[in-house]
């Protein structure tokens, strides 16, 4: 399956101070954000390919304060500083490089990252001569370019095995939290998140009990981490995810993950394809008997000819039954085999009330680009925030990987 890839931000909020600081936000174009810190951090008379790695590293490293929400989860209103202490020089107002601006709009799109990694690489850098870092050094990078060194090799002498993602999507920054509290009985892809996020912290913090099925839905053994994952970190403790406890699992996932540093553990995550290829039928198990189950389960929520099923991952006589109901509901052979245009009627009527109901601003507010229009097959993949769906259920034992070896 494709690999889950981030947006790129329509616009960046720039704190123009360290974090605390009462300095005043200022919001611009990504593109702008990337031209304005290139022609404030390095010299327009580099070798190309030394611009090429700076440039390139400045974008990832901005994409990542965004996609992990590092500032916006801590309560902060901007996505990040101008502060050389945390971030990347940034001077409000000031003109561009010729030099740079070109590359930078080839650029702004590109990121870098660990193979089979999500989260764009917190690309640090220092200038190499007065401050030293683990990371790119500026100065040294233009040395490695008189070298003859292409922008990618003078990247992999700095970050290790890293790649080049071209290209990716651009939209509005849009915040991961759902625009409505989760609590028992809540279901659907913003309870998978929560589930593996606290799963995943719970590694780190013993005291907060596992959830045995990462299925996407709210129940007891949720609402129980739920609450103590609160209690733990001083929140109110009332067992449902709001927007505080909601951020407070983004923050500290981040943090147990380090998705925000050079030594990311790295999440893994792969898109959810939902597609379908070959039927399937009865004795059929797996991942797309489980996507089914969980589209018919949507279904029979709206439309009661539908009868509920468990999602198990096991084709038996009750996803039959339900398979047959529904062909019969939207006039298709009644066969009890998911053929594609099945599949595809399936999908479409589930995509079909996740857009028009469950976005319904009034009834489920939910914040999203793609607000009234279908989403397409791997809607999933579809968000800039660090709490991508993983595409295959987490159970009892799952654990994300540790990478103990040193890559960089």
Same mark, same amino acid.
């Given at each position: 399956?494709? %690999?889950?890839?981030?947006?790129?931000?329509?616009?960046?909020?720039?704190?123009?101070?360290?974090?605390?600081?009462?300095?005043?936000?200022?919001?611009?174009?990504?593109?702008?954000?990337?031209?304005?810190?290139?022609?404030?951090?390095?010299?327009?008379?580099?070798?190309?390919?030394?611009?090429?790695?700076?440039?390139? @590293?400045?974008?990832?490293?901005?994409?990542?304060?965004?996609?992990?929400?590092?500032?916006?989860?801590?309560? *902060?209103?901007?996505?990040? !500083?101008?502060?050389?202490?945390?971030?990347? *020089?940034?001077?409000?107002?000031?003109?561009?490089?010729?030099?740079?601006?070109?590359?930078?709009?080839?650029?702004? $799109?590109?990121?870098?990252?660990?193979?089979?990694?999500?989260?764009?690489?917190?690309?640090?850098?220092?200038?190499?001569?007065?401050?030293?870092?683990?990371?790119?050094?500026?100065?040294?990078?233009? $040395?490695?370019?008189?070298?003859?060194?292409?922008?990618?090799?003078?990247?992999?002498?700095?970050?290790?095995?890293?790649?080049?993602?071209? $290209?990716?999507? =651009?939209?509005?920054?849009?915040?991961?939290?759902?625009?409505?509290?989760?609590?028992?009985?809540?279901?659907?892809?913003?309870?998978? !998140? =929560?589930?593996?996020?606290?799963?995943?912290?719970?590694?780190?913090?013993?005291?907060?009990?596992?959830?045995?099925?990462?299925?996407?839905?709210?129940?007891?053994?949720?609402?129980?981490?739920?609450?103590?994952?609160?209690?733990?970190?001083?929140?109110?403790?009332?067992?449902?995810?709001?927007?505080?406890?909601?951020?407070?699992?983004?923050?500290?996932?981040?943090?147990?993950?380090?998705?925000?540093?050079?030594?990311?553990?790295?999440?893994?995550? *792969? @898109?959810?394809?939902?597609?379908?290829?070959?039927?399937?039928?009865?004795?059929?198990?797996?991942?797309?008997?489980?996507?089914?189950?969980?589209?018919?389960?949507?279904?029979? @929520?709206?439309?009661?000819?539908?009868?509920?099923? %468990?999602?198990?991952?096991?084709?038996?006589?009750?996803?039959?039954?339900?398979?047959?109901?529904?062909?019969?509901?939207?006039?298709?052979?009644?066969?009890?085999?998911?053929? @594609?245009?099945?599949?595809?009627? =399936? *999908?479409?009527?589930?995509?079909?009330?996740?857009?028009?109901?469950?976005?319904?601003?009034?009834?489920?507010?939910? !914040?999203?680009?793609?607000?009234?229009?279908?989403?397409?097959?791997?809607?999933?993949?579809?968000?800039?925030?660090? %709490?991508?769906?993983?595409?295959?259920?987490?159970?009892?034992?799952?654990?994300?990987?540790?990478?103990?070896?040193?890559?960089?």
């Amino acid at each position: 399956m494709p %690999t889950v890839i981030p947006f790129i931000p329509q616009q960046i909020t720039v704190h123009l101070g360290p974090p605390n600081s009462d300095a005043p936000n200022v919001t611009v174009p990504f593109i702008d954000y990337v031209k304005n810190v290139a022609s404030s951090e390095i010299y327009p008379t580099w070798d190309e390919s030394a611009l090429r790695a700076n440039i390139l @590293a400045i974008v990832s490293f901005a994409l990542n304060r965004v996609y992990t929400e590092f500032y916006r989860s801590r309560g *902060y209103d901007f996505d990040i !500083t101008n502060s050389t202490a945390y971030d990347q *020089y940034f001077v409000n107002g000031r003109s561009y490089f010729d030099s740079v601006s070109r590359i930078a709009d080839e650029l702004f $799109n590109d990121y870098l990252r660990r193979p089979n990694f999500v989260e764009p690489l917190a690309a640090k850098f220092c200038n190499g001569t007065t401050v030293t870092c683990e990371g790119l050094s500026q100065w040294g990078s233009q $040395n490695l370019a008189q070298q003859g060194y292409n922008s990618t090799q003078i990247l992999r002498s700095y970050y290790g095995n890293v790649e080049i993602v071209p $290209n990716a999507p =651009i939209r509005g920054n849009v915040p991961s939290y759902p625009g409505r509290p989760l609590r028992r009985g809540t279901t659907g892809p913003s309870v998978v !998140t =929560i589930q593996t996020e606290l799963n995943r912290i719970s590694q780190s913090y013993p005291a907060i009990p596992k959830i045995p099925a990462v299925d996407g839905i709210f129940g007891a053994r949720t609402e129980a981490a739920v609450r103590k994952f609160q209690e733990v970190f001083n929140l109110d403790v009332d067992g449902v995810v709001g927007r505080a406890t909601w951020y407070a699992l983004v923050r500290l996932y981040t943090a147990v993950t380090s998705l925000s540093e050079l030594r990311s553990q790295g999440q893994r995550f *792969y @898109a959810n394809s939902w597609a379908v290829t070959d039927p399937i039928e009865s004795g059929d198990r797996g991942i797309k008997v489980e996507h089914l189950q969980y589209m018919l389960s949507t279904l029979a @929520a709206y439309i009661p000819e539908i009868p509920p099923i %468990t999602i198990d991952g096991i084709f038996g006589p009750a996803t039959r039954s339900a398979v047959l109901a529904a062909q019969r509901r939207f006039g298709l052979p009644q066969t009890g085999v998911v053929d @594609a245009r099945t599949w595809d009627e =399936i *999908y479409d009527q589930f995509s079909g009330i996740e857009t028009v109901s469950w976005r319904d601003p009034e009834d489920f507010p939910y !914040t999203s680009a793609i607000l009234g229009q279908t989403p397409p097959r791997n809607r999933h993949t579809r968000t800039t925030t660090m %709490t991508q769906f993983p595409g295959t259920d987490l159970r009892a034992g799952n654990q994300d990987a540790v990478r103990q070896e040193v890559v960089r």
